[in-house]
């Protein structure tokens, strides 16, 4: 029953990166690209039968060498595949605002990421002084 409902949760967030919902991408995106079963036993019994027909000394023979070749409908389903892929990733890519109007209190990138957790973490420590120094009546 906990199996159910936690199967019926949409995953969000950093879970989006587990090791289940990587697999379960990994196995959708390879049955996209793979021939069916039925198409690979007729394309394999034919190119044995053209290898029977044409040497039929080599009957026995069990060649390693000969590696499978991709046929061009694969090609074509795995290109397709990486350009669905690829334009589904682009939608997920924004552009950042910036905003011009705000006070510039860094250096770099890095400094600005910076002092943004500081002024999250100690604004509410720091609000007095800062006001106080802005007003010249610090002390």
Do not use: C
């Amino acid at each position: 029953k906990q199996r159910k409902k936690e199967a019926g949760h949409a995953k969000h967030g950093w879970d989006m990166f587990n090791i289940d919902t990587q697999v379960t991408t990994y196995n959708k995106r390879i049955d996209k690209i793979h021939e069916s079963f039925g198409t690979a036993l007729q394309r394999q019994a034919q190119v044995e039968k053209e290898e029977f027909s044409a040497d039929p000394t080599k009957q026995d023979d069990i060649d390693y060498s000969v590696v499978a070749q991709p046929t061009e409908e694969m090609r074509s389903r795995l290109r397709t595949e990486l350009a669905v892929t690829e334009a589904r990733r682009a939608q997920f890519s924004r552009r950042r605002a910036f905003n011009e109007d705000a006070d510039v209190d860094y250096i770099n990138d890095r400094n600005k990421k910076f002092n943004e957790k500081l002024k999250r973490h100690f604004d509410t420590y720091t609000d007095e002084i800062r006001q106080n120094l802005e007003r010249g009546t610090a002390l």
